[in-house]
């Protein structure tokens, strides 16, 4: 067969051959890629060194953020409530053991001490500030001031985040649907939400971020079952909403101009400063495996995920996703150029 010949023959299937699906990439061997134009990534499973004697990470129902030095830090249920990896899986070091279970979000900062953790508590009720090695320099407990808590046993922090002014903003996800606001010395200042569907209010807010990509930063709240993205100024007050291309967010992470959405329901969603789905990827074909933690791994696919938990980037624009797994999935899409 000539060169010709076998060149309009590609050009051929590229125009009217169905792509490939991430089951048939994955049962012949074949590089998964998600996304388009811009926005591809190679999936990547198992990119992750794990310390010798351990074959999984445990429950993953937590957080992820990565340093300056870009270094991924990961939550886990167990006794390594915060695992520390280089961006090529290199297994760095894990600590937590006293955070083990409850564990849930971080948040990654840098101020004249240097560059700090802050971490949400769902079971001890509590944000810490820790160093990036876990030494906890302070604490900030239940906001019985705010009044809408009759003991701490009602406040469940499942986010927080750091604003430009040194205020500290927490979202109450697994408790009574609040987001509080703290000093940069960790005295209360305001509460806003509060349950229910109207713009302002939520149902578990469970992940927060300062998005920095207007001309002034804004809180952002994941507001998960009513399966939308709210807006407010840095004093509470309500500015817009993004309640399509969603499911269930969990949490967000910017690069940029972008925002990477991780949706429980089975997929992640990268969002533009326009609003709105630029690209979703890993959308998972089957119902029934979405938003489940017991999914065992024989029933893990290549190229879809199944509960969405975290997202983060690295500064090189590859994406790790975390799915709220028991015995945990990290999975890293490296960015195409």
Known sequence: MSTHVTSALAVLCTAICPPVTA???QASGEQVVLGEGE???????????????????????????????????????????????????TFVGAWGEELKGGLHGMAIAKDDAGEFLLLAHTGRHEVLRTTLGGEVVWTIGWPETAGVYEN???????????????HVYVADGYGKSWVHEYD??????RSWGGPGTEPGQFKTPHGIWIDTRGAEPLVLVADRENGRLQWFDLDG??????????RRPCSVYQRGDL??????????????????ALVQLGDNPDPGLRARNDVAPEQWKDGEFLSPHSVAWDSQGDLYVMDWNYLGRITKLRALK
């Open 152 to 166: 701490a046993g009602e406040y469940r922090p499942t986010g927080v985040a750091l604003g430009p002014n040194g």
């Open 184 to 189: 940069a010395e960790r005295e209360y200042v």
């Open 259 to 276: 925002l990477a959405v991780a949706d429980l329901a089975g997929r992640v969603t990268l969002v533009g400063e326009q609003g709105g």
């Open 237 to 246: 007050k309500f500015v817009k909403m993004l309640d399509r291309d969603l």
């Open 39 to 89: 926005q591809r990534f190679q999936w990547v499973s198992g990119w992750a060194r794990l310390p010798q004697g351990v074959e999984r990470f445990g429950n993953t129902h937590g957080c992820m953020v990565v340093d300056s030095q870009d270094r991924l830090y990961v939550n886990t249920d167990t006794e390594r409530a915060v695992m520390v990896f280089e961006r090529d899986g």
């Open 23 to 25: 089951a048939q990439a």
